[in-house]
């Protein structure tokens, strides 16, 4: 080596064994978040019992939101930078809580293949960046805009989910969720706006209520929570309910004249829930039946059985044939597909 030679690396770099460290302390925690959120999915996939500790955390979400909104700019001014921090990070970790415990219940009750599967979509994304900080502090720290976004979706799809679980019927649920996650964001608006208390409330409350209105005109691009299909199967209608026949591949014209078929869907809901629903049985698009079934019954595990049975079909009934399980407030439940050849 010459006298003046340097050692590989250069001086003052990281060693070998060391090269990882920057890396680990940048997403370390994140993936740690990720690794236990994925964890809670097993317990609170379908054990809903747990909604006490979700209402608390949707509560406590919004009792930090609205308190930093108010002293953020007392403690920038103090250089308190650290207790604002503290504060980011908390709510962060909470909405990374909600709304991994928000994710199999809204998955279960989305159809990919509708309008629904959109809302999904803005749930997996908000959860995936609430669970990596790097992500989250690119993306939401430089835009206050995203943080009312983040709280909205958090207290409405909480709300939409737990207020049907204590009585209150799916329909209710969807315009009240709406309507108080409106309402929640009257401290931050007044702060913002400065307003009065009274009037920021009443304000807010009028606001929420054009919220709910819209929130239920659009309500088929929102999934049915807590409700989802825990069965389906398309059979032939020989077969009685207890002993189905499945339907495997497409169907000839001619089967299909002579057997007719079954469409059975056992649905699962909240003990104590009472649902209407119906079958609506379209070919090409074009609806050909609409079965209204009896109200489903919260509470069984493997779900409340309900089926239509269709014998009569057109001349020529060859082509895609779907059937659409719709709640009573018009919502997509499921789907069933088939398909029928000459």
Request: with cysteine; proline share 7%.
């Amino acid at each position: 080596m010459e006298p003046n030679a340097t050692p590989a690396g250069g001086p003052g770099s990281a060693p070998p064994s060391r090269a990882w460290w920057p890396w680990l302390r940048r997403w370390g925690i994140s993936l740690l978040s990720l690794i236990a959120g994925l964890l809670t999915l097993f317990v609170f996939r379908r054990e809903l019992t747990q909604i006490r500790w979700f209402v608390g955390s949707i509560l406590l979400i919004w009792i930090v939101f609205a308190v930093l909104t108010q002293v953020r700019q007392a403690l920038e001014t103090r250089g308190h930078r650290r207790v604002i921090t503290a504060a980011d990070y908390l709510i962060q970790s909470l909405y990374h809580g909600v709304l991994l415990f928000l994710l199999p219940v809204y998955w279960a009750s989305t159809t990919l293949t509708s309008m629904n599967a959109p809302f999904l979509v803005l749930i997996v994304v908000l959860a995936i960046l609430a669970t990596f900080d790097p992500w989250y502090h690119v993306v939401v720290h430089p835009r206050p805009w995203t943080r009312y976004v983040f709280f909205l979706v958090a207290i409405f799809c909480g709300l939409n989910l737990a207020l049907p679980l204590v009585g209150v019927p799916p329909h209710l649920a969807l315009a009240g969720a709406a309507w108080a996650a409106v309402l929640a964001l009257t401290p931050s608006v007044c702060r913002a706006r400065g307003w009065r208390w009274w009037f920021g409330l009443r304000t807010m409350a009028v606001i929420g209520v054009f919220v709910a209105v819209l929130a239920w005109w659009g309500r088929a691009v929102l999934p049915p929570v807590p409700l989802f299909i825990a069965q389906k199967t398309m059979a032939w209608a020989v077969a009685g309910v207890d002993s189905l026949e499945p339907v495997a591949g497409t169907i000839r014209a001619d089967d299909l004249r002579q057997r007719g078929l079954i469409a059975y869907t056992a649905i699962y809901a909240p003990a104590g829930l009472k649902q209407s629903v119906r079958h609506v049985w379209r070919r090409e698009g074009q609806v050909v039946d609409d079965v209204r079934l009896s109200p489903v019954h919260g509470g069984r595990r493997e779900g409340f059985r309900t089926y239509s049975r269709k014998t009569a079909f057109p001349a020529d009934p060859s082509g895609r044939w779907v059937v659409d399980v719709i709640t009573g407030s018009e919502q997509l439940l499921g789907r069933l597909r088939f398909h029928v050849v000459p």
